[in-house]
Every structure is written in C-alpha cells, then in structure tokens.
C-alpha cells in the first residue's frame, strides 16, 4: 500500500482584500499578492523534490510524479491549489512555510489549508478524496476558522486612509503622505506592484506593444476630455464549472484511475485558464483597435488606455474600463470566452459559457460597492440562463447614479417597477438570439442603434427620446399618446419580439421593451463597429 496526503488550500474573505480601496493601485496590489499567494509562493514552498519545472509560470512537469517525487502539484486553478504529499510531515512543513511567507509578505491576506491521508491502490478513488477534501473539509475549516481580530490601537495611534486599521507607515502618493495599515504597504511595494505588471505586459500584451500608458487611477480610466467621469465595473464568471468538474471526477472514480484522473483534471485546469486568458486578450485587442482606428477616441484619452484587467486568468474576471466601453467589452469577452472554449480540447467540443455583471459608476463611486454590484448582476444574469431552462451566456447591468441602498431587487423593485407588476427593464439578456425568449442581445442591440444611428428618426433629437422616456414610466396609454403628439406611426420595431402592439404601446408583456435601450444611450461606444472601420478602411 502506498499511503499519501492530499491538501487543498484556498482563500477567504478575497473580495474584501482586492476590492475594498477606493484607489485603482491598491487593488491591483492586493490582486497580485493573491495571484502570488496562490502560485508562486505555493511552488516555491513545496519540498525540493517536485514537479513543478517553472515556479514563475506554475508550469507542470507531466513526467515526473508523485511516485518518484516528494510533492506533486495536481492543479492550480480556479482559487484552489491541490497537491498530493508522501507523508504528513512534509504536508505540514510545507503549510508552515506557505502561511509564514503570507503573513509576513501579505498581511490581512487569509488562506485555509486541509489535509487529507488516502491510500492510492485503495478505495476511495483519488477523484474522491479531491471532492471531499475541496467541499468538505475545507468549507468546514471555513465555517469553523475563528475571524482575525486585528489590534485597533492603544494609546496614541492613526488609522490607515484605506482600511481603518492602525497605520504603521507613512508612503507617498500623488505628491502627498498618507497613513497606511501593514496590509496597504504590502499591497503598494514596488516589487508587487512591479510583478502586477509583468504578468499584465506577459500575458496581455497588446497593452504594452501599442505604447499605450497603463492607468493605475480612477481618474485616468474614467475621466476623458468635455465628459463626466464614469468607470464600468465588470465582472464575468463561467457557468457550471463545478459541475464539468464533477462530470471528470465521475468519469475516473476507480483507484486504477488516479493517474488518468489526474491528467484530465490538470488539462481541464490548464484549457481553462488558457481559453479565459484569450479571451481577455481578445477584449483587450478590441480596445486596441478602436483607439487605433479613431484618431479623436484616442485623443480624448490622452494615451491612456481606458481598460484595466484586475483580476484575470481564470474563469473568474473582473475588469474595469471607461463607462462607455463596459457594456460592448463585456458582450466581446463572453463571446471571445465561448468560442475559446471550443478550441480547447479539454472541454471536449461542448462550449463552456458564462455570465458578466456591468456596474456602471461614477469615477469616485465606493469601489467596493461597484464591485459589489457588478457580482450580483452577474448572479442575476445566471439565474436568468437557468430561468429559461437551457445553459448558454447571459449578461445584466446597472447605471448607478447615486449610492445605492439594498439588494440589486430592492432598487429595481423601487426604481423600475410600475403598478401592475410591469418592469421598465428587460435586462438581463441572454448573449445570442434564443427561441426561449426575446430578451436576447441582439434584440436589445438593434434597439438601441435604431435611437443612436447617425442620420436616424431619433438620433440627436434628445427632447423627443426624453418625451418617450418619461411616456415609457407613465405606461401604455401615456406611450400611445406620445406617438400621436409626435406624428409617428409607431416606435422601433424588432422582428424576435413576439407580442402585438408592442411598437405602439411600447411594452412587450410586463417588459417595457424601449426603457433600457434610452437609458444606456449615454453609456455606450460600439467599439466592434469603430475597430471594423480600421480593417476595412
């Protein structure tokens, strides 16, 4: 018998220590020591004899395994690292060494770790133990871990400008002091902040070779020349993941099977991550080319380029851009993210899909709210996709023009409802055309450039769409009275919208169909269409 452990490590508590500053650079910090936490660190803890042949890129030797080695990465990915150990003692000398590097080099950074001893010739399969060691004891070690309670202050102190904390040094930024806690002085090191950047340069590399300036401010994302300052927050997640995930430890859950088993996951990983990194690079080649082929785009901008990848490389994104491009960055990168799936042959020819939440704020909007939002759009655009009752990718946003008070349901409950249960919005929308539903991007595109297209019936008639709006929140009858005053035969009309009357009365059910279109009018750059006149002209 050949006895083993396995351990899984994970994180807690990761969106409050990426995403809770309000300033661009400390979230790019704090995303970057989780990336190393969770790769680097790990490989460069582990015992010497291992299988990981590159610790900067976690690259995976395929030949050298747990039978002939000390430790064996089987996947890092996904926000867990799994590794199987020859003994205890080496599993726990390893955790030792990993969660001292991160206190020390991360402070306010939380990872759990879980151990679990299996025989590999006996029952239960690897497959198995993996299962249960990643959603049993590690979420029970989640639920049972006693919260860090960090000291305060005692007699004479200052808390920190981003975290409250007790500050414990002083930094310069944009030409002025400020306090910060343990947690923000690691997150603003220039090795980190450094790092961050090599692997944005590494693996996004358009960003650099187009000469362009990479913003590490609000501001310099949000703000452009004669506009006000909106940023996108965007945030996507893959569907079914763990289920794919449960489908492979199914297929190989014989003892005789671990190493086959240990394979598909590994690709499975890898595949992931690959088809998710081109898929950013694509969103990323997308705003490259539309400030290449739009002279006056660019200019307003002022070499800066108005996107920001915060956390990547998996198939949990979050970026954020200029308010206008959020919505079409959005839409290309679920695209972009499907069809990379299909080249990946670890998805075995079935399409992987995904979901993306869109935050539109205003540039000093509460960073952590946004965020915030941006997630529970993205939850509501999945529960849309399992409403209609077949997978595919879906997408939901909010403009917020002011803070926003409860749940994304109380504010649509509040904002957007009208009496007799009937929604101004449509959203969230499914990505491509759908015999299910009308509520489909495509329709809700053609919508909105019959209201923007240059030399159209509405375009540049402000008055007139703000009439219609107004009509839109009054209900059916005020929307017919509009038409008439207005001398129109009707309002846009598109041919998936299955209801009579809808382009008269303005409403498609208990939908309206033409609110969301006007109110994003604002908030919106066709960016496919700019980039397509650099390739054709």
Avoid at 25 to 41: F, I, Q, Y
Avoid at 65 to 78: Q, R
Wanted: one cysteine or more; aromatic letters at 8%; a neutral charge.
């Amino acid at each position: 018998m050949t006895e083993y452990v396995l351990t899984a490590i994970d994180t807690t508590r990761i969106q409050g220590y990426i995403f809770g500053s309000n300033q661009l650079k400390e979230n790019l910090g704090g995303s970057e020591l989780v990336e190393m936490a969770t790769h680097k660190w790990v490989f460069e803890a582990l015992p010497s004899r291992n299988n990981v042949t590159d610790t900067t890129i976690g690259e995976l030797g395929e030949n050298r395994t747990i039978a002939d080695i000390d430790a064996e990465v089987i996947y890092a990915g996904g926000g867990n690292t799994v590794i199987i150990f020859t003994s205890m003692v080496l599993a726990t000398e390893f955790t030792r060494r990993l969660t001292l590097r991160v206190l020390r080099e991360a402070p306010g950074l939380e990872i759990v770790v879980a151990h679990r001893p299996f025989v590999w010739e006996e029952k239960p399969a690897l497959a198995q133990v993996v299962q249960e060691t990643l959603g049993v004891d590690l979420a029970r070690k989640k639920q049972n871990r006693e919260p860090s309670l960090p000291l305060l202050g005692l007699g004479v102190t200052a808390p920190c400008n981003s975290t409250g904390l007790v500050a414990t040094d002083v930094i310069a930024t944009k030409g002025a002091k400020k306090l910060v806690s343990r947690e923000i002085s690691a997150k603003m090191q220039p090795r980190v902040q450094d790092a961050g950047q090599r692997r944005l340069t590494h693996k996004l590399e358009r960003i650099q070779q187009s000469g362009w300036d990479t913003p590490f401010d609000f501001d310099d994302l949000g703000r452009t020349k004669g506009e006000d300052g909106h940023i996108a927050v965007v945030h996507a997640d893959g569907n079914g993941m763990g289920k794919r995930v449960a489908k492979i430890a199914k297929r190989y859950n014989t003892p005789a099977q671990n190493r086959d088993y240990i394979r598909a996951i590994r690709a499975f990983s890898q595949g992931l991550e690959r088809a998710a990194t081109i898929a950013m690079k694509s969103v990323v080649d997308l705003m490259a080319d539309a400030l290449v082929a739009d002279g006056e785009l660019a200019e307003r901008h002022d070499r800066k380029f108005p996107l920001r990848p915060i956390v990547f490389g998996g198939d949990d994104v979050t970026f954020v851009c200029h308010g206008r491009y959020g919505l079409p960055l959005a839409v290309h990168y679920l695209r972009a993210f499907e069809e990379a799936t299909k080249q990946e042959t670890a998805f075995e020819q079935q399409t992987a899909f995904a979901c993306a939440g869109v935050a539109i704020v205003k540039v000093h909007y509460p960073f952590a709210r946004a965020y915030h939002l941006s997630e529970q759009l993205c939850k509501s655009a999945k529960q849309f996709v399992r409403e209609q009752g077949s997978d595919g990718s879906a997408l939901d946003w909010h403009i917020a023009m002011s803070g926003i008070t409860g749940t994304l349901e109380a504010v649509r409950e509040r904002e957007y409802k009208l009496e007799q249960g009937r929604n101004l919005y449509l959203r969230p929308v499914l990505l491509e055309e759908s015999a299910r539903t009308w509520r489909t991007w495509p329709v809700f595109e053609h919508l909105l450039d019959e209201f923007v297209r240059e030399n159209g019936e509405w375009f540049g008639r402000r008055n007139k769409v703000k009439a219609l709006r107004e009509a839109l929140r009054a209900g059916p009858v005020a929307v017919e009275e509009f038409l008439r005053d207005y001398q129109l035969k009707r309002l846009p009309t598109q041919s998936s919208i299955p209801f009579a009357r809808y382009e008269k009365e303005g409403w498609a059910g208990d939908r309206c169909v033409y609110f969301d279109p006007i109110e994003i009018m604002d908030y919106y750059e066709d960016l496919a269409t700019i980039a397509k006149e650099k390739k054709h002209g």
